[in-house]
Nanobody, 119 residues
Framework: QVQLVESGGGLVQSGGSLRLSCTASGNIFRISAMGWYRQAPGNQRELVASITSGGSTNYADSVKGRFTISRDNAKNTVDLQMNSLKPEDTAVYSC?????????????WGQGTQVTVSS
């Protein structure tokens, strides 16, 4: 069983920065893909950024150049550095882990952390 715990959310002014962190339990972190998703009120959940077990990254167009995802396999953590934040970045941000196909491609989710960007 995998548990994901996020931290680092909060209230920030437009143009500011926040760093989200997600820590995973268990021993499959290093072989799993990780991602950050967000959901704003009234909107569907959307992928913000993802990183494969090999370190390849992918970003939503809306955050390219502003957000950076990184992982530390020694610490079982995945971080999301968010710069130049905009009010439209306001959402609940959730960490996601996807196990490899050989492990069934199961999805695990964290509880979410609120990010609020004031104008």
């Amino acid at each position: 069983q995998v548990q994901l715990v996020e931290s680092g959310g909060g209230l920030v002014q437009s143009g500011g920065s926040l760093r989200l962190s997600c820590t995973a339990s268990g021993n499959i972190f290093r072989i799993s893909a990780m991602g950050w998703y967000r959901q704003a009120p009234g909107n569907q959940r959307e992928l913000v950024a993802s990183i494969t077990s090999g370190g390849s990254t992918n970003y939503a167009d809306s955050v390219k150049g502003r957000f950076t995802i990184s992982r530390d396999n020694a610490k079982n953590t995945v971080d999301l550095q968010m710069n130049s934040l905009k009010p439209e970045d306001t959402a609940v941000y959730s960490c996601n882990l996807v196990t490899p196909a050989s492990w069934g491609r199961y999805n695990y989710w964290g509880q979410g952390t609120q990010v609020t960007v004031s104008s």
